[in-house]
């Protein structure tokens, strides 16, 4: 961008004044802002600081008598020794557990975990063998999650990328604020599930609660099951054979193929009659011009 004194953005119009600052003015609407990354890509992003991990060297840690602060310091420490498989024993419901962990590592959770497990997470592989409280995921940026049981509402809230699988049910509000990545549900699914999602999938293979895709900008919902009801601007759309191709694939590579196949899937995507968010950024910039 072109520097632009204050002199001369004072005298622009609000228009030109956002043209001139780089923001977007494009009118997004009917247009897909879904970006799907290549998994056979060579080149591959990782943090500086990132210990290097041997998933062959494996040891556990028993949570009884821990804070989560300090089961969640002995993870990082036994990652700089270079354990790449990582078990934690009787969790008992402990909230944030394994959260913040910006690396390759295989973590085993033998048990049930409370609030907030295993959120803002960037590159693990996380297998849950009991449920999970509310927010399981939240945030995540690649990786995986498998949930063995059921999970609270606000399942994978906000989660950029990465497979967040549960094989059980799920509560409300999963996928809030979905920013990409995908989201397997086994069960069933609560009211407002892909509440405002703006990329990645959803897939529900058993029913969809009340005001399904509520309010959501983009991304794409699949579900096996009855839909309850669509929220503000969910619509249905045509399932192509590269969605089905799609599912197969996934449900299959983690063991939740229905019997009867993909077909019965309805797909929901956002019909884009909202205000697009892209566009929102420009009117709140004003303020400060």
Known sequence: MASVSD????????EERVTALGMRTEQLTGKSL????????????????????????????????????????NIRELMKEGYGTIVLQ???????????????????????????????????????????GWSCGENMMSGTIMIEKNA???????????????????GSRTGIDQKGGTIIVGGDTGALSGFMMQRGRMVVCGNAGKNLGDSMYDGTIYVGGEIKSLGVDAVEAELTDLDKKWLTRKLTQYG????????????????????NYDNLEPSEKKLIL
Not at 46 to 56: E, H, K, L, M, Q
Not at 162 to 168: K, P
Request: glycine share 12%; hydrophobic share 35%.
């Open 34 to 73: 879904y970006v799907e990354f290549d998994p056979d890509a060579e080149e591959r992003f990782t943090y500086p600081w990132a210990p290097d991990v041997d998933f062959n060297k494996r040891t556990e840690i028993d949570c009884d008598g821990k804070t989560v602060t300090e089961v969640n310091s």
């Open 152 to 170: 609270g509402s606000t399942f994978g809230a906000a989660i950029r990328g990465g497979d967040l699988v549960c094989r059980g049910s799920v």
């Open 256 to 275: 939740l193929m229905p019997e009867k196949g993909v077909d019965h899937f309805t797909k929901v995507v956002a019909g884009k009659m909202l205000w």
């Open 90 to 132: 009787n969790p008992r419901g402990m909230h944030s557990l394994g959260v913040g962990i910006l690396s390759k590592l295989n973590l085993i959770i033998e048990g049930s975990t409370g609030y907030f497990s295993v959120g803002l997470i960037d590159g693990p592989n996380v297998r849950i063998s009991g449920r999970v």
């Open 7 to 14: 002199a001369e953005l004072k005298k622009m119009t609000q």
